[in-house]
């Protein structure tokens, strides 16, 4: 079986590794991004099966990254939003522009890849 | 001659001259700086780039291993068991590196704010099974307050309980960096470390502090809160104002009493916060005390005092609030008093300020008009309505009259009366007849009135609204409408009879003026019919609160006159009642002159009464003490006879005491009785140097002496023949033998046994083990104990270590070198530790401690030297004994 190929646009490195060590342990093929720019190519090269990115990410945010997937490339492929706690009016944004779910850091692993699962058996 | 006479040229600005070859060196100087200075930051800008890049590469190359320690579960694939085990070799060489061990560090401490849940605490656990906790551990010893900082700041997040103990103590640090550090983290590592810390805490608490410390708390889903009221009466401000704040957050509302003592405080802050958790417990029992520090207080305590009071209190303290309204005090103190009576008694209090008087006003003719033709359409018609529908017509007559018999309007209204009368001729009251007879009220009202209109003589009118604006007062205008008098029906009705034959709704006519006859006052019994005066009843107050009708419940109790029904009566100013109004000032002055007289005079008599007792107290000790020093002085000056003390017999001549001529004549009358005194008292003894010196050498060898100075000790004694030095040395021996006997006491404690009493099962059988590998001939008596042991698993561990035990014993018997002896205790455990090879490198906490046995090895190999491997087990397994202990107590 094939295996769900997820983009992870996170800049910070070391959560960015323990993230995509723990979604290849779930199964999935994981995309790495630590910014905005590589974000876009990556996305302009193959769209995954989801997305998962910080909000706050260098020359490309989370809520820019959205707004590109949706209106631009016309993709309904599930976001989910990674950001600091107590920012209410970033999330609340997130999804007006089409965020499907978001999850705050401190992020608990296991409590991403059920989000992720979530969003891939909607698909 | 002349060219001496001559004056020389003096130049105001001269060039200094200096030596050009100076200037050079001078210049080749700073350029040598300037490089020296240029190249130090290159090079530290260099090797902070460089450090920094390598921490990054390491932190690269380390994540992805942490990632697997951090999810590695124990059914993991083969592969990844493989791969756990390869990581976990790797990293225990890493461990040996400080450059390593800091960058693993960073990095959990990193990954420690960015995960949570079940990978937060694998997290924790790995750090300290790779014994990171032991570097911040040595950081708190460090004399940089920064690094002690940062070592308190990683055992806080690393949730390091174990080291509670120690960094409490820096909860009264002088560096105020560290002291907030350890606060947080005695808060965080343990429950009761909030009540440590507010017990102990000597230094400020800032504000910042305080927000953190409840932020800490918020986060703290364990934490169980104490009774903050206990803090109250604390010594440090800012303690009791940390406990008022967590008393209003966790709603701990047991503390009244001290809250309310709290608010005769001098801090203004604690005042603040103290009428804050008033108003949140809603603790009407403060009012009388917010009443009386409110006129102690600052203006934005007064503030806050009337914001309680309107909140508290009811309608009794509308008679405070209206004290401070006349009181001099700040604008918005007043502006708070009234909002405080308008939020007790809603609307009580109008707007005043800015309101223009409209005494001044003349209005244009045709405005008058329009007045007139609105006050009596549209207003008094509704009114009218509502009236009659409510109240019976007699009633109502009655009470105007009433009040127009009380009023001083009276009056003005009869004037109006007579001339409105006056001007209504036949024809209006025939047309209003017919009018009443159609169906649309409001159509008829309005023609009627255009009719009055037409017909009354412009003149008239004005001549009207003059004698109303220069007769009636601006509060009997309001009334002017009401006055407005109509011939009543029965004078229609007898004029023109045939009107009475019409059937007439009078409820229909309900849009018409008041009526106020004069025929009402003579002869009640014909009102029946005129329905109209109704409408002094209907105009109706406000929606009341509660409060205001228990107000008027109370007016009800004292006036046999409902006010209520008064209301639509314009406010009419007595001179009584000014009177009044000025006479409660006055009274509320008086006893406020009366508060602060009586205050002053207590706290005078107070202070009258302690000084006195201060000063009979003073007299009475200086007397017995001029008494003491007297006698003293005799002595002294007889005691002292000789020469050197001639100058002290002098001041002593000169102290103001001995000045009293009776008493220097008894002094010499008692010469011969302090000479018997004087042969009592013991001569001083004089050492010589040698002696001096051998003082010296004894307190040297008491301080720094052991067991073998006692020889030499005793053959001193044997030599020695002054008393004073035998005894000396005889102390320095007994001191130094009760050194030796409570080390002997030490050595003969057993510390398994002292475990042993409080530990459970597991715990017991794991002591039993480590017995075997660092236990001595002293557990064979506590394990020979255990043998008989109730439990069984207890007396069979027992047995079987004993046996262990002595075969060790056996083992090492003199000679044989104890390097031989671990190798074959090794030979002994071998076969299963081989079997449990791959269980053991899998388990972190016996696989990190397994370096200090390599080191050991090391050390056996270069230096052969077997007791040092001897010894270096036995500290590791010494080491991971409280290890082990605490982890079997964590579960």
Sequence with gaps: ?123 | MLDKLTYKTIYLVSIPKIHTDLLWDLTMLFIVLAIIIISTVFYFKRKLTVNSRKTLEKKKELSPMISEFIFYSKDASKKEKHIYIEHKILIRELLKNDFDRKVLTSILLDLRKDVTGESQRQLINLYKNLGLHKDAYKKLKSWRWAVVAKGIMELTQMQVTESYQLIVGFINNRRSVVRKEAEIAAINLKGEGISYFMDTTRYRISEWQQLVILEVIRNNKEFVPPLFKVWLTSGNKDVVLLALRFIKHFNQNDAKASLIELLKHRNNQIKEEAINCLKEFHVVEALDTLKLVFWRCSTNIKILIIGAIAELGDIQEIEFLKQIEHKRLHFSVKNKALNAINSIAPESVMPIKGIESTESIIVPEDEIKEINEKDTNEDLASEIKEATEELTKEERVAEIKNVMEEDKVEENVKEIKEVIAADINEEKAAELREVKEEDEIEEKAAELLETIEEDINEEEVAEIEINQYEEITHEEKEIEPFIVDFKSVADVWEENPDTKNLNVEYDLIDFLPIVVSEDIKSDENELNVDLLDVIYDEIKPPMKSGKEVEAEEIEETTLDLNIEDLSFLPIVVDSDYENVLIGEEEQFQKTLLEFDLEYEEVSGQQEKMVIEEILEGNENETESRLQEIATIEVIYEELMGDEKTASNEENSNSWPLTEDNETLEEETGEESELASIISIIPKPYEFDDEAVELHRLLSDIEEFGDHREIPFLTNLLLDETRPLIRERIRDVIYGIERVINSENDAIGYNVFEELFKSCDLESKLILMDEMVSIGDEKEVSLLTRLTNDSNIEISSKAKSVLTKLKERHSIEAPGENQAESLDLTKSEEGNSKQQNKWDDLLTFTDEFKLEHRINAEKNNKTQGLSNIEMNNALLSKLMSLPNKLFEKLNG
């Design chain 1, 1 to 123: 079986m094939e295996k769900k190929r997820l983009l992870l646009a996170e800049d910070d490195e070391l959560l960015a590794s323990l993230l995509n060590y723990r979604l290849e342990k779930s199964g999935y093929q994981v995309i790495m991004s630590y910014n905005g720019k590589e974000v876009k190519d990556q996305l302009v090269k193959e769209m995954p099966d989801l997305i998962i990115s910080d909000i706050m990410m260098p020359y490309f945010s989370g809520l820019e990254l959205i707004d590109y997937v949706r209106n631009e490339l016309n993709s309904k492929t599930p976001i989910i939003i990674i950001s600091s706690a107590g920012n209410e009016e970033n999330v609340l944004n997130a999804f007006d522009l089409g965020a499907n779910d978001f999850i705050s850091k401190p992020v608990s692993p296991a409590e991403l890849i059920v989000r992720v699962e979530r969003e891939l058996a909607k698909t």
